[in-house]
């Protein structure tokens, strides 16, 4: 019998790719988002779409990307989100940081 530990998928490195859509411009959403990344030792990075919404790619450990993913469904008071798709896929290691990216 084989044995998984809770501990290895909560800590699987992925990507997390979101579009956010709503109130999520002027409102402090990028920084509010780069803050919570940057807490969480996330890497990527965050920006404002042509259409009025966010567009969010983060690496790092799935629970921390949960968490952020849950953040960003609330965003910071000033906003109203009304939609996040989110997809995760496989990491490649391509960020250094978290930063707004313009």
């Known amino acids: 019998m084989v044995m998984t530990s ?27 988002t780069t803050t919570r990344a940057r807490t969480l030792g996330l890497t990527g990075w965050v920006r404002n779409e042509p259409d009025g919404s966010v567009r969010l790619e983060a690496e790092g450990p799935k629970d921390d990307l949960d968490r952020l993913l849950d953040a960003v469904h609330e965003g910071p008071r000033s906003a109203n989100v009304d939609n ?10 391509a960020f250094e940081g978290f930063r707004v990216r313009r």
């Open 6 to 32: 809770d501990t290895d998928a909560m800590t699987t490195e992925q990507r997390l790719s979101a579009r956010i859509t709503g109130r999520v411009q002027g409102v402090g959403f990028r920084h509010f």
């Open 84 to 93: 996040v798709s989110a997809d995760y896929v496989d990491p490649d290691g």
